[in-house]
Nanobody, 117 residues
Framework: QVQLVESGGGWGQPGGSLRLSCVVS????????MGWYRQTPGKRRELVAE???????NYADSVKGRFTIARDNAKNTVYLQMNSLKLADTAVYYC???????????WGQGTQVTVSS
């Protein structure tokens, strides 16, 4: 069974930094894209950042210049380095993986990030 386990969430101060990690385990076909999404109560889940198998990255306008997504294929892990945190970054962050085969999508359980002073 494919599993995505996020870690690194918790409390962060405005202007501070956090690093989220997502480890993919189990039998999975070739991955097309790995990404991070976030969601707050009553809001729609939104894409934060993603990285394709070729290394192409895409970021939401709200996090450009502050967040960096990185992929370690050897460790089957994707990271989200979050710098210059803002209160608006508070959300549940979800790891997502999509395969080439059948465009299958997998989701992590989510990790809470709370930014406050």
């Amino acid at each position: 069974q494919v599993q995505l386990v996020e870690s690194g969430g918790g409390w962060g101060q405005p202007g501070g930094s956090l690093r989220l990690s997502c480890v993919v385990s189990g039998s999975i076909s070739t991955i097309r894209v790995m990404g991070w999404y976030r969601q707050t109560p009553g809001k729609r889940r939104e894409l934060v950042a993603e990285v394709t198998s070729s290394g192409t990255t895409n970021y939401a306008d709200s996090v450009k210049g502050r967040f960096t997504i990185a992929r370690d294929n050897a460790k089957n892990t994707v990271y989200l380095q979050m710098n210059s945190l803002k209160l608006a970054d508070t959300a549940v962050y979800y790891c997502n993986v999509v395969t080439y085969l059948w465009a299958t999508s997998y989701w992590g359980q989510g990790t809470q990030v709370t930014v406050s002073s």
